[in-house]
């Protein structure tokens, strides 16, 4: 049985954790965050999905939106930590940082992330 998806509070941690890997130039330990996050996000939003259904039109296609660009962000980021340009890498992984937060926020001020953060 595959465990619960991770809430908002560890995607954030994880988020840092590669920000700080990336920021240290660690290009191991930031490639392992970026798939430890990657992966992680897509599941929690995947977890997600039937509560965006209560949502209406606007509000779920706005949430979509943002979720997607998350997941791009991150890939970008993991992108240009993979071709060694940590500096890129951590630039993108603090912007990540930050629309994961108001991303985070966002879901709990519509009420159905509650359950996972």
């Known amino acids: 049985m595959k465990p619960p998806p991770l809430g908002h509070e560890v995607l954030l941690t994880l ?3 590669l920000e700080a890997a990336a920021s240290d130039g660690e290009r191991d330990r930031a490639e392992a965050a970026a798939g430890r996050l990657l992966d992680a996000l897509v599941d929690h939003i995947r977890a997600e999905q039937p509560e965006m259904a209560h949502l209406s039109a606007g509000e779920r296609g706005e949430v979509a939106r943002d979720q ?3 997941v791009d962000h991150l890939v970008e980021s993991s992108v240009d930590i993979r071709n060694e340009d940590l500096a890129r890498g951590d630039e993108r992984a603090r912007q990540l940082l930050a629309e ?5 926020d966002d879901e709990r001020r519509l009420g159905f992330a509650e359950a996972r953060s």
Request: glycine share 0%; aromatic share 0%.
């Open 100 to 104: 994961l937060t108001v991303q985070a």
């Open 68 to 70: 997607q660009r998350l």
């Open 15 to 17: 988020a840092r954790k």
